[in-house]
């Protein structure tokens, strides 16, 4: 044995990195942020459990990944599916905790204990937002909303408070977990991160989506749904503005108010609805600006994508990503629900297209600073200061009840 084998530092063993999310999938929004951790943490050499009920085929077949399937609970509502989710991985991780070094979770998601919880939504942020639409006297739709708000904001105050970090995805969150009670300290912000490979300046291709060649081109993307992305005000502005601009929508229309509102509004022809998109950064790459006032947005990861693909950004402070849109790259209101300022903003928009691609230009620098990697590295650096700390004792794996945490 030669002297310098005698003195080298014994091997030091992989991470044992468990994620617990629904999907981890780079075609779903919170899903694709847990696809890009796994890809950091299996390039430095972990190994990683995914706790989930969908996980993309690359994952399932890597060797170091390990995948417990939770299957997908055929209940009539999704907040019994996510309860029996909870349920179901909780059990599961009381039983295997001491297998990992970290358990990393995503807002009130299971009732094990966590390491790290990453809030992507916070409920109790929407129902003090002054946006909240739901009330108990809006029938049987207004009256499930309202109960599954409160009961989630109950629900991941519990968990935030009881992780040993939580993961703000934009500097909004902070106020808004510490207004759950979580101590400053115990706060990291890791902004998500955006392909600026995948989503950059290109050839424009409108005819692949039956979109009109040779006018002024919007582009709004988000849950039709729902009344928090806040289409109907974007419809409202349009209103107020002389053709020829038009509007492009990203999102499946099924149930949605918004069709027969753009009609009633006389914009039938120029709001086209083009129900859910594969291919986002093709349709970026063939609109002129994005449009995203949203009403409550913790982060807004097509705010990021659109600036990386070359698109002036009009969105709202009301959006988390707001805080990362740099001057001269768009422009931020201060009230999403003001009509008549977007349809004063769409408007200077529209009547310069030198300004419009010199704020494109402006974004895609911004975000060449924002990839995925950055992302993945800080993820990986909160988790070796964790984990060089005690893990839970067993008596707290196994606590499923709230205690006294929730009061």
Known sequence: MTPASADAAPA?????????????????????????????????????????????????????????????????????????????????????RRQFDIVH?????????????????????????????????GGAHALYQW???????????????RARAVVAVSPRIVAELRATGVPVDG???????????EFAPGKVCRARFR???????LLFAGDLRTPRK??????????????????????????????????????????HFLGHVAD???????CDALVFPSRYEPMGLVVLEAMASGMAVLTARSTGAAGLVPDGAGIVLDDPDDAVALAAAIRRFTADPGALRRMGQVGRAAMLAQGWDAMGQHYLQLYRRLAVRPVPTRSQETDMTLKGETQ
């Open 12 to 96: 030091v063993p992989p991470l044992r990195v468990a994620i617990v999310t629904h999907v981890v999938d780079r075609n779903d929004g919170q899903g694709r942020v847990n696809h890009e951790i796994v890809a950091a943490a299996l390039a430095a050499g972990c190994e990683v459990t995914l706790v989930a009920s969908q996980v993309a085929a690359m994952w399932r077949e890597h060797p170091r990944v390990r995948w417990h399937a939770v299957p997908e609970a055929r209940l009539p509502s999704a907040l019994l599916r996510y309860q029996a989710f909870a349920v179901a991985s909780g059990w599961w991780l009381a039983r295997h």
């Open 105 to 137: 979770v995503n807002g009130f998601i299971t009732w094990a204990h966590a390491d790290v919880n990453t809030a992507h939504f916070v409920h109790h942020g929407w129902l003090h937002s002054g946006y909240y639409p739901y009330r108990l006297s």
């Open 147 to 161: 109960v599954y708000t409160r009961l989630n904001a109950r629900l991941e105050r519990m968990a935030f408070r």
């Open 187 to 197: 706060i990291e912000v890791i902004p998500n991160g955006v392909d600026t490979a």
């Open 211 to 217: 979109l009109p060649a040779g006018v002024p081109l």
């Open 230 to 271: 806040n289409l109907d005000t974007v419809l409202a502005a349009l209103a107020q503005v002389p053709e020829p601009v038009a509007l492009a929508v990203a999102g499946s229309a099924e149930g949605s108010p918004y069709p027969q509102r753009a009609r009633e509004l006389g914009l039938a022809d120029r709001v």
């Open 280 to 286: 986002m950064p093709t349709l970026m790459r063939s």
